[in-house]
């Protein structure tokens, strides 16, 4: 029996409701928090300067459309979440007092629903738009504790010092557990670069919206979202300047900020198993205007000079999201007894390319991996090279499946048919469970309409890519030689000379295979470790922010399960970040009387959200490593269970150039 206040009962009210600006209301307040735990917050900040009285490019005035969207808003929030509403420019005109004009008119809670009605219905325009002061007094009234979500709505940029942008980024220096999301109603080039900055320093998203009826689709597309886990998660950590003082983070997630230029930042990673291979990932996002940002991780031995792993992380932005995530790990075929014996490694993260990313939120998670069986290592299979793609065609689709915005949130799918909406500037993940030998094929069919193509050109794109549970880009490539019915040699923004409007793309990885590690292509040795990879669609048209594509996603995994497992020494097991068990079931999976792959609905189980990162709710043996809460699994045919998935992962495609 599903829970009305369960997580999965949210999201599928959610699914239902129509709010715009519930999208990013909802995207943060969680159902109630454990005991002990601070409740996730919400504060809308509301524009009511004297422009709000003036009409919206789509007719109507602005403030109408806000009433409208906000009354919405009020209606369908969960009693489970905590919410306030601050206004500014509302009480003074102009003059003395004008830039300090912002009252906090409902307290954050989750029994102020009449009042929130209330002060809907109160809210009227008159005076001056004091933006950075009104999110200053935002950050105050949400205070310093717990998971934490600014949600501004304005027409204009700020007539007001201080520096809204410089307030955004203030706010979310204070602490990672804070994010500002911005949306623009009816603005000018201008103005929505500046509410852009705003969004971008405080680690949130920016919106478009003209009029009443684009506020509300704004919100019920991004609707489906709402309920999801907060961008980033893990245990706190603050790596030092020093390896000396370091802080240990064994097998987990852990969060941290991404330290300044020309700084590091030292962790200290304790091994549990003797001569075990340490893998590490990290992922954080980059600011909306970055051109090329990065990281390097370095893992080093006992005596800090030699080199145990090196790895790269890169900035993607299909989808988006500007995203930066790799991973690095510790094995090497020679014997590195430094590295190999060493009871601990340290970690080194540092930027490369440029400083956007510093103070960004960066997730880092950490497995332990035992070392094989002597004798073992000539028996496995040798490294795997990119499989010929097996031509596949739609199913009979299901919409049952309500994908994810990012790792953490991913429902989990076995092979089958998905249909799907997009909207441009989106991204949409979906995890399927990969064992030893196996490996799979997504594939993302559409018919394009106009409007989804229409003025798209440089830096648009439809595709799709796979990321493997190490945080690394797991996608094959298959240039220059791809399927010959794939859109492969066309870019997006020339569709609009095609006298055929189907699009299709495709990904495939390599199959799961031990020595995958020791190969120097990327895609290969992303194939090292059993577990969920996770599928990945991003669209965008710059030229078309509310374009919208109906698209099938195909999934067909191959490979015997569990073919050329290792086997460890002294029967160790492999040692994940603890996941939460309370994702829903994979689903089902037949053939339809043509043969071709048909999916069904994820069955229910109840409180069955996916992989909410909190709780313990796995059947294995748990324990606890640096701080951070492992699993222990079993060595069995079925794949191992995948680390807790991160909310955002890498685009890491071929590049808008290429499509």
């Known amino acids: 029996m599903l829970s009305p206040t369960s997580p999965r009962a949210l999201r599928l009210l959610a699914g239902t409701a129509a709010p715009l600006l519930a999208s990013t209301l909802l995207f943060l307040p969680q159902p109630a928090a454990a005991d002990g735990e601070t409740p996730q917050k919400m504060q809308l900040v509301l524009d009511a300067s004297g422009s709000m009285a003036e009409n919206a490019k789509g007719g109507g005035t602005k403030i109408t459309a806000a009433r409208t969207a906000l009354t919405r808003v009020v209606d369908t929030l969960p009693d489970e979440a905590v919410v306030g509403m601050r206004v500014y420019g509302a009480t003074i005109d102009t003059g ?5 004009d912002s009252q906090q008119v409902v307290e954050p809670g989750t029994d102020n ?6 002060a809907v219905g109160n809210y009227k325009p008159l005076g001056e738009t004091p933006i950075g002061y009104a ?4 950050g105050k009234d949400l205070g310093t504790d717990g998971k934490r979500t600014i949600v501004l709505v304005s027409d204009g940029e700020s007539t007001c010092d ?11 220096k204070d602490g990672i557990d804070l994010k500002i999301d911005v949306v623009g109603l009816s603005v000018d080039a201008k103005t929505r670069k500046q509410l852009r900055c705003i969004a ?3 680690h949130g998203t920016y919106y478009d919206a003209d009029d009443a ?10 609707s489906t979202r709402a309920f999801r886990p907060f961008d980033f998660t893990g245990t706190p950590v603050t790596g030092t300047a020093s390896a000396f003082d370091a802080p240990e983070i064994g097998v987990g997630q852990w969060l941290d900020k991404v330290p300044i230029r020309d700084t590091v930042a030292f962790y200290k990673i304790p091994r549990t198993i003797p001569g075990s291979t340490i893998h590490v990932g990290a992922t954080t996002q980059t600011p909306g205007d970055s051109l090329g940002s990065g990281l390097v991780l370095d893992l080093t031995g006992t005596d800090g000079t030699t080199s145990c792993g090196r790895g790269t992380a890169f900035e993607s932005a299909i989808g988006g999201t500007n995203l930066v995530s790799g991973s690095v790990n510790s094995w090497s075929r020679a014997p590195k007894p430094v590295c190999d014996d060493a009871e601990e490694l340290t970690l080194k993260i540092e930027i490369s390319v440029d400083d956007s990313l510093a103070g960004a939120p960066v997730e880092i998670v950490v497995y332990e991996e035992p070392p094989l ?16 793609w097996e031509h596949m065609e739609p199913g009979t689709a299901t919409a049952e499946v309500i994908p994810g915005s990012s790792i953490a949130n991913a429902p989990v799918i076995q092979a089958g048919t998905y249909r799907l909406d997009i909207r441009s500037g989106e991204r949409q993940v979906l995890a399927v469970p990969l064992a030893w030998g196996q490996h799979l094929q997504a594939q993302i069919d559409a018919t394009l309409t106009k409007p989804a193509y229409d003025g798209a050109g440089a830096w648009s794109g439809f595709d799709v890519h796979v990321v493997g549970p190490t945080r690394s880009d797991a996608t094959a490539t298959l240039f220059p030689n791809p399927p010959d019915d794939w859109r492969a040699g066309i870019p997006f923004g020339n569709m609009w000379i095609e006298d055929d409007k189907h699009w299709r793309r495709g990904a495939t990885t390599v199959p799961v295979t031990y020595l995958n590690r020791a190969s120097a292509k990327g895609e290969v040795s992303a194939s090292t470790l059993p577990g969920y990879r996770y599928v990945d669609v991003g669209f965008v048209n710059r030229a078309n922010d509310s374009a919208v594509i109906t698209y099938d996603l195909t999934v067909k995994v191959f490979g015997e399960e569990g073919a050329g497992a290792p086997e460890y020494a002294d029967d160790a097991s492999l040692l994940t970040p603890d996941t939460d068990d309370s994702g829903p079931a994979p689903t089902e999976t037949s053939t339809d009387d043509d043969g071709d792959l048909t999916a069904t609905a994820a069955r229910d189980d109840g409180d069955d959200f996916p992989w909410l990162p909190v709780g313990v709710g796995f059947a294995g043996l748990l324990l606890v490593a640096g701080g951070g809460l492992a699993v222990l699994l079993t060595r069995r045919p079925k794949p191992t269970t ?5 909310p955002h992962q890498p685009w890491n495609g071929p590049g808008p150039g290429g499509w």
Do not use: F, I, M, W
């Not at 999110?135 to 935002?138: D, I, T």
């Not at 201080?162 to 979310?172: F, G, I, M, T």
């Open 96 to 100: 003395k007092g004008a830039c300090t």
């Open 113 to 118: 629903r009449d009042a929130l009605s209330t």
């Open 135 to 138: 999110l200053a007094q935002a």
């Open 162 to 172: 201080p520096n809204p942008c410089k307030v955004a980024r203030d706010l979310s």
């Open 200 to 202: 971008d320093a405080g």
């Open 213 to 222: 009826a684009s506020l509300t689709e704004r919100l019920e597309v991004t």
């Open 373 to 388: 069986a002597e004798g073992t290592l000539a028996q496995l299979p040798a490294e795997e090279g990119t499989p010929q």
């Open 642 to 646: 995948p680390p807790t998935p991160p």
